[in-house]
């Protein structure tokens, strides 16, 4: 009688369902094909729906084919059904003495992480197999299988003989009922601890901590009849474990997240339960930061946060830290994220959180761009409150160094402090101290600046230039940037007018439909609509943000006075006296006199939002703009080329006529040099130095004929060399140890010809080499 067993196949429900399959048709075929044992897959009942966290018949088959990829441990069955299959190998050794074997771990997809314990153990069938089916896997091979036909079968044929010989072992593993299968150990956890600490030496965190308490403000929630209440930063595990830290652009988020990545990876984990000072319990940290425009995914996270580490972790280590609840997710600079891709973003790493619920997640944002309806009461809304007086001295004095320059500015800045409220409300944002620092901060003896220059320099210290977006945000494939960014003098305007406009309403509650009203300009294209420049006016400006749907608020009511003082005193249009009457302030009004005063003493002042009666001028902290490229620049002497450096404008092609001396000096240090021409120097004998010219990329040499040292290529980054003339000897043998050469153009002879004459072979593999002869 021929025997029959049973198998099922582990793997990742919904990903790749067509091409498994095939796979396991053609392999159905092969075990039919075969005089040995009779094989039959178990699967579930048509009536009952399939379990992504569990495969069907894994407690009871003879054989289970594990079908591993990055997914299968990140998101398949892998974390239950090796917790089966390694009860019934411990079951069946308690039993028989012998350790029966009843999984057989197929390569899916390649798996870069070290595999877990019982999994690389289980792992005997890949020696001996073709190297595409550890380099491709089987997914690729079943997908190009005519390509791959002959390695495909191979691997068929070594499945079935494993299977056969896996099934007539004389130790079957034992039959599990549901109870003793839902209580498995999670054994793929075995080398998770070790690897746990071997993370937590590598990893640091991005920032240091702040040297000052924060504080911050609960929300009651909709309809709560208690009001907002304030408490201290460390208590912020206890307010929930799902957080979102809303507050302006430069409020401290990171350095928050960072206070919190190193409370965890300070906790020993010794003690008893709840003795730890790690967050939540958590000692794994893992902060994500979305600046490159998107968030690794789980199997990318270690190799981003401790590069050193990642060579040994085990696969699924992340999804099981995060499924276990010992690791929590710290997520910043989502408001960096271009507009056009922050909605999938935003999908991604809610699902992320879906999928892993006891994971405990703190996300920090502006508020813009957050898909308020899908979070619900899952998170709790907690705002970074502004610095006290007190910590604004703190902070002031951990940034100074012992130096007399900076011990002058702090003294400065101190005593402007203590007599000037308004100043002292624009520091509170952590991000305003550093740049008041360095407004007053000058070489020598630090100069008393202008009130409203400091304000200007507090206000727009988190300004983002509209040319300054983030990494990854110039991919064409990323709609909704550069091309349609709202322009500076727009953004800066619309500030104005949103402060002007608000004057009577609290600065921090104010009405999403009174802010909107407020920046609606009938003129305006799609490009400033009212939600973009609301939206801009957070992520570049840094002015307001969103601590509710339906809420928009400015970092402080002082940067609301300063933003609407220079509306009203440069832009054409304000009715001032009536506004002034309408909301009587003690601070706008000497605010405006003190402007008033600047511009008619000294003209216009840089940090105004626009002269009298032209269009807005951006308000920002950065220094000017670069100066234009000049596209070719022709010189004659050394004099001219330091000249040309002591300018900084870019040049793109540099022409140097006769002899030029000091070009291995300058040519380094001169910006966006893509091509050198040298011509009429019959002294040049060499090439000057090229080596620190990192975007030099074509040389050209005119009428040298004494030129014959090209040795300089051999350590720069140049493609193209053209020489006109070559003298008639052999090219230097030097030319193929230059990494980037792929092209030289060589002039010989004294006949002139209508086409290029083809050149025999060179023996420079890397290069093409082209003559022609001319008279």
Same mark, same amino acid.
Not at 56 to 78: K, R, T
Not at 85 to 113: D, H, I, K, S, Y
Not at 596 to 601: G, K, T, V, Y
Not at 717 to 727: A, G, Q, S, T, Y
């Given at each position: ?23 396991? =048709? ?8 075969? =005089? ?24 009871? %088959? ?29 079951? !069946? ?23 877990? !314990? ?9 020696? !001996? ?81 702040? &040297? ?76 994500? *930061? %979305? ?94 409150? &502004?610095?006290?007086?007190? !910590? ?11 130096? &007399? ?29 550093? %740049? ?34 983030? @990494? ?16 500076? *003098? ?27 009203? @407020? ?66 302030? &003690? ?12 511009? *008619? ?55 140097? /006529? ?16 893509? /091509? ?51 003298? =008639? ?47």
């Amino acid at each position: 009688m021929v025997p029959v067993y049973r198998y099922a196949v582990s793997y990742v429900r919904g990903r790749d369902e067509a091409w498994v399959a095939r796979f396991l =048709d053609e392999l159905r075929r092969r075990l039919d094909a075969t =005089d040995g044992p009779v094989f039959d897959r178990l699967v579930p009942p048509p009536a009952s729906p399939a379990e992504q966290s569990r495969t069907y018949g894994v407690e009871s %088959a003879d054989v289970v084919l594990a079908l591993c990829s990055p997914a299968y441990f990140n998101e398949g069955p892998a974390h239950h059904d090796w917790a089966v299959l390694a009860l019934r190998r411990n079951l !069946g050794q308690a039993r028989t003495g012998t350790a029966p074997q009843p999984a057989l771990p197929l390569v899916w997809e390649p798996v870069e992480r070290r595999l877990p !314990g019982p999994v690389a153990t289980a792992d005997t069938f890949s020696a !001996g197999q073709p190297p595409e089916y550890r380099s491709l896997g089987l997914a690729l091979m079943t997908m190009q299988a005519p390509r791959y036909r002959a390695a495909l079968d191979r691997v068929l044929d070594g499945i079935v003989a494993r299977m056969t010989a896996m099934a007539a072992s004389s130790a079957p593993a034992p039959v599990l009922d549901d109870r003793s299968a839902g209580n498995a150990p999670d054994a793929l956890a075995s080398d998770d601890g070790s690897f746990t600490e071997q993370f937590r030496k590598e990893v640091a965190p991005a920032l240091p901590a702040m &040297p000052v308490a924060r504080t911050l403000g609960v929300r009651a929630g909709r309809g709560a009849p208690e009001p907002d209440r304030d408490v201290p930063a460390e208590l912020l595990p206890e307010l929930g474990r799902r957080i979102l830290l809303v507050g302006p652009t430069g409020a401290g988020h990171s350095t928050e997240l960072a206070r919190l990545a190193a409370q965890a990876l300070d906790d020993p984990g010794r003690g008893p339960a709840g003795a730890g000072r790690a967050p939540w319990g958590c000692r794994t940290p893992l902060v994500l *930061s %979305a600046r490159s425009g998107a968030l690794p995914r789980l199997d990318g996270m270690v190799p981003t946060l401790a590069p050193l580490a990642a060579p040994q972790e085990p696969a699924g280590w992340v999804a099981r830290q995060l499924r276990s609840g010992r690791a929590f997710l710290a997520v910043d600079d989502l408001d960096a994220v271009p507009e056009g891709n922050r909605a999938a973003v935003w999908d991604h790493l809610l699902r992320l959180l879906d999928a892993h619920p006891q994971a405990p997640c703190v996300i920090a944002t502006n508020g813009t761009g957050v898909p308020w309806a899908r979070l619900g009461d899952a998170f709790r809304v907690v705002g970074l409150r &502004p610095l006290s007086p007190d !910590g604004v001295h703190t902070l002031l004095a951990s940034l100074t160094t012992a130096t &007399p320059e900076d011990r002058q500015a702090r003294a400065l800045l101190t005593d402007r402090f203590a007599t000037d409220p308004l100043l002292v409300g624009v520091a509170r944002r952590p991000a305003a101290v550093p %740049a008041l620092l360095r407004a007053v901060r000058r070489p020598g003896r630090p100069m008393p600046v202008a009130r409203h220059r400091l304000l200007r320099a507090g206000v727009s210290a988190a300004w983002r230039r509209a040319s300054e977006e983030p @990494a990854g945000s110039s991919d064409p494939a990323v709609p909704g940037l550069a091309a349609r960014q709202v322009p500076d *003098s727009v953004l800066r305007a619309a500030s104005g007018r949103l402060a002007v406009a608000t004057l009577g309403v609290d600065a921090s509650r104010v009405p999403l439909r009174t802010a909107l009203s @407020a920046l609606r300009d009938p003129g305006a294209s799609d490009a400033a609509s009212p939600e973009r420049l609301l939206a801009a006016l957070a992520d570049r400006a840094g002015v307001v943000f969103r601590p509710g749907p339906d809420t928009v608020a400015f970092p402080g009511p002082e940067v609301r006075t300063f933003l609407a003082a220079h509306h009203l005193a440069h832009a054409p249009g304000t009715s001032r006296d009536e506004l002034l009457g309408s909301h009587p302030s &003690p601070e706008l009004h000497e605010l405006l006199d003190e402007l008033r005063a600047a511009e *008619s003493d000294q003209g216009t002042a840089r940090s105004v939002l626009a002269q009298p009666g032209r269009p807005p001028r951006r308000l920002s902290a950065l220094g000017p703009r670069p100066r234009p490229a000049e596209r070719r620049v022709r010189v004659r002497s050394s004099a001219q080329v330091r000249a040309l450096l002591r300018a900084g404008t870019p040049v793109p092609e540099l022409c140097c /006529s006769g002899r030029v001396d000091g070009l291995a000096e300058v040519l380094p240090r001169l910006p966006g040099l893509r /091509s050198l021409v040298l011509t009429d120097d019959p002294e040049l004998v060499a090439l000057p130095a090229l080596t620190g010219c990192r975007s030099l990329r074509s040389v050209r040499i005119l009428r040298c004929p004494n030129l014959l040292d090209l040795t300089a290529l051999e350590s720069s980054p140049v493609m193209f060399l053209d020489i006109d003339p070559w003298p =008639d000897l052999p090219l230097p043998e030097g030319l193929h140890r230059a990494p980037w050469l792929s092209r030289v153009d060589v002039t010989t002879g004294v006949r002139r010809v209508l086409a290029p004459e083809p050149t025999a072979p060179t023996g420079f593999p890397e290069v093409r080499i082209r003559r022609r002869s001319v008279s």
